[in-house]
C-alpha cells in the first residue's frame, strides 16, 4: 500500500487549497464489474479531509461509511490531481483518490447510493465479446477527425500516432491497461461531456458513456487501469470473490476486470501451477451442466498477497 501522504507540486502557496478524499471501489457482481456511486451515479463517494481526521485514509474511510454504509476492507492510494482548470474552481483542488476491493452490498443508505457497471461510464473498454461497436461506428471516426484537424503537420501526426497507439489502430494491439490515456485523449478531442460541459450544445457533441461531477470519471478511468494492471501481478481479485467458488466464476472476473477474455485452459494452468487455491469438497449445480467443484483461497495466500511473485496473469484467448 501507498504511503498514506500526497505530495503536489507546482501550486503557488498563496493560493487557497482544499482537498477531496474520493474512493473508487470495485466489486464484481454476477460477472461484471461494478463501483459504487452516489448523487444517483454521478459522483465517486467523497468528501474533504477534515481536521478531525487521523489521516487520509481514516478520513476516506469515513466519508464512505457516512455516504454510503458501508465499511471498507482493502484500500489503497491511487493518485492525487490537482488540475484547476479541470473542475471549474476559481481555487486549487486536490483530489487525493483511494481504490477499495470489496463484496458488494445494499449498505444503509441504499437510496442515496448505489452499484453501477463500470463500462456505463467507459461503454469503449469491454472487449470481451470482441471490439464494441461504438469504436468503429461512432468514437474512431470523430477521434481521427479531430487528429486531422491540427494546424500544422506535425500536431496532425501526434495527434493520429496517440489515437493509434491508445486505440489499438495502425496495427497496434489494443492495450486494455491505458484506459486513462484513451479517456484524456478523448478529453483533449473535446468527445467527453466533462470536457464540453457549459458550453451550448455540448451533451449532443459528446459520445456516449455516462458522465460524472468534477473529475471524478478520469478518476474511475485511474482505478480501472490500476487495477487491470495489478491483476497480472498480485491476487487482488481474492477481495472480490466470495468465501467459496468455481474456477469458472474466478475465470469470468478477471475477465470483467480486464474487459478481455482469457483462455480456459492456460487461465486454469496458471491457478494449478501457482498454488492459489484449493478444493473445499463441494460442488454446484448452478453453472447449468456437471456439477463444478468449488474452491476458495489457500490463507497462506492470502496472508502473503503483497510478496513479490505471486500472480494471476492474463491469458490471451
Do not use: C
Not at 500500500?1 to 454476477?30: E, F, K, P, W, Y
Amino acid at each position: 500500500m501507498r504511503n498514506d501522504t500526497a505530495q503536489v507540486q507546482g501550486i503557488d502557496q498563496s493560493q487557497t487549497i482544499g482537498a477531496d478524499l474520493i474512493a473508487v471501489v470495485v466489486a464484481v457482481n454476477h460477472g461484471e464489474p461494478r463501483v459504487l456511486t452516489i448523487e444517483q451515479a454521478g459522483a465517486l463517494p467523497s468528501g474533504p479531509f477534515e481536521p478531525g481526521h487521523r489521516s487520509l485514509q481514516s478520513g476516506l474511510r469515513a466519508w464512505v461509511e457516512r455516504q454510503t454504509g458501508l465499511s471498507l476492507g482493502y484500500i489503497e492510494q491511487l493518485y492525487t490531481f490537482a488540475d484547476r482548470d479541470r473542475i471549474g474552481h476559481d481555487r486549487v483542488q486536490i483530489s487525493i483518490s483511494y481504490l477499495g476491493l470489496t463484496l458488494e452490498e445494499a449498505g444503509r443508505n441504499a437510496s442515496t447510493h448505489g452499484w453501477r457497471g463500470w463500462y456505463d461510464y467507459f461503454p469503449w473498454e469491454d472487449h470481451r465479446a470482441g471490439p464494441p461497436s461504438i469504436l468503429a461506428d461512432d468514437l474512431v471516426p470523430r477521434l481521427l477527425a479531430w487528429a486531422g484537424s491540427g494546424e500544422v503537420s506535425n500536431t496532425r501526426e501526434e495527434r493520429r500516432r496517440r489515437a493509434a497507439l491508445n486505440f489499438g489502430l495502425d496495427e497496434h494491439d489494443w492495450n486494455e491497461e491505458l484506459v486513462l490515456q484513451r479517456y484524456e485523449l478523448l478529453y483533449e478531442a473535446g468527445l467527453v461531456a466533462e470536457a464540453v460541459r457549459g458550453q451550448a450544445d455540448g451533451s449532443s457533441q459528446s459520445i456516449p458513456g455516462r458522465p460524472m461531477i468534477a473529475d471524478h470519471r478520469r478518476i474511475l478511468a485511474t482505478g480501472i487501469a490500476r487495477l487491470r494492471t495489478k491483476i497480472k501481478y498480485r491476487p487482488v481479485v481474492f477481495e472480490l470473490m466470495p468465501r467459496t467458488f468455481t474456477l469458472l466464476q474466478l475465470q469470468r472476473a478477471v475477465e470483467a476486470l480486464a474487459g478481455r477474455l482469457v483462455h480456459k485452459q492456460n487461465f486454469r494452468r496458471l491457478i494449478e501451477q501457482q498454488d492459489l487455491v484449493e478444493e473445499t469438497g463441494e460442488t454446484t449445480s448452478d453453472t447449468g451442466g456437471r456439477p463444478a467443484k468449488r474452491f476458495r483461497f489457500r490463507q497462506s495466500v492470502l496472508a502473503e498477497r503483497t510478496i513479490v511473485g505471486t500472480r494471476l496473469p492474463l491469458s490471451r484467448a
